[in-house]
């Protein structure tokens, strides 16, 4: 059965501190999807990544880094030099190759609130 | 370019209640649909989710229903609202599947605050 977990509930940080946000997950397929989504206080997911199994490269975006590890099932997101405009929750989500017509059902870990402090 | 609509923003209604949100999205053709309900606390749960007019498929079982009548709108209902239906509800959308699947992101709206008192 298809898992994310994001065991950190909350965390807290002062602006330009680095922090990492932490995801595991369960699959039993060998051809997967991982997404991280962003919600700020408005409420709206925001996309951030999408990674494929196949692709252990690990990902940097600006401030932004995603550390994947099969060997571990993880799939790690660190905010470099954080700000307060990056307080939000933060979700990490999985979802299975669909063959033969279907749709993209993406399975959501609970989600981690970061709160960046001035 | 593509957007999704999604209202109303914030909905307080009594229990036994009836129930109706709705979502459209433009710029895009035949899109795949979806309802996500995001309890406080906790993760997003998907709900329903639409590849074309009129299929809907239920991923848990609940007092609530989803319709599709036209290729753009999707529509999240009850008869009878429940206290345990409260929660954040959350439209999305994704391009069709075309052959071999990417699993491509979901685009989500902006979500409907339910309170049911």
């Known amino acids: 059965a298809q898992k994310v977990t994001q065991a950190q509930t909350e965390i807290s940080v002062v602006e330009k501190e680095d922090v990492t946000l932490d995801c595991v997950y369960e699959?039993?397929?060998?051809?997967?999807?991982l997404f991280w989504y962003k919600q700020p206080p408005s409420g709206e997911l925001v996309f951030l990544i999408r990674?494929?199994?196949?692709?252990?490269q690990n990902e940097i975006s600006g401030r932004y880094s995603w550390n994947f590890q099969k060997s571990t099932s993880s799939f790690n997101f660190t905010i470099t030099a954080s700000q307060v405009v990056d307080s939000a929750v933060y979700f990490c989500?999985?979802?299975?190759?669909?063959?033969?017509?279907?749709?993209?059902?993406?399975?959501f870990g609970t989600g981690t609130l970061l709160a960046v402090q001035p | 370019s593509q957007t999704i609509h999604q209202w109303p923003a914030t909905l307080v209604q009594p229990v036994g209640s009836p129930l109706s949100l709705e979502c459209t999205v433009e710029?895009?053709?035949?899109?795949?649909l979806y309802w996500y309900r995001q309890a406080a606390g906790r993760g997003l749960q998907l709900l329903f989710y639409s590849v074309g007019i009129g299929q809907i498929s239920s991923e848990v079982p609940q007092n609530l229903s989803a319709s599709r009548p036209q290729d753009r709108q999707f529509i999240l209902s009850s008869k009878k609202l429940l206290l345990s239906d409260s929660g954040f509800y959350l439209c999305a959308w994704s391009v069709p599947y075309g052959g071999f699947s990417t699993n491509e992101k979901l685009f989500f709206g902006s979500g409907t605050q339910l309170s049911v008192l």
């Open positions: 989500a999985l979802s299975e190759a669909q063959y033969g017509g279907a749709t993209n059902k993406l399975i």
């Open positions: 990674r494929n199994s196949f692709d252990e």
């Open positions: 710029g895009t053709s035949n899109p795949n």
């Open positions: 699959t039993r397929d060998t051809t997967y999807y």
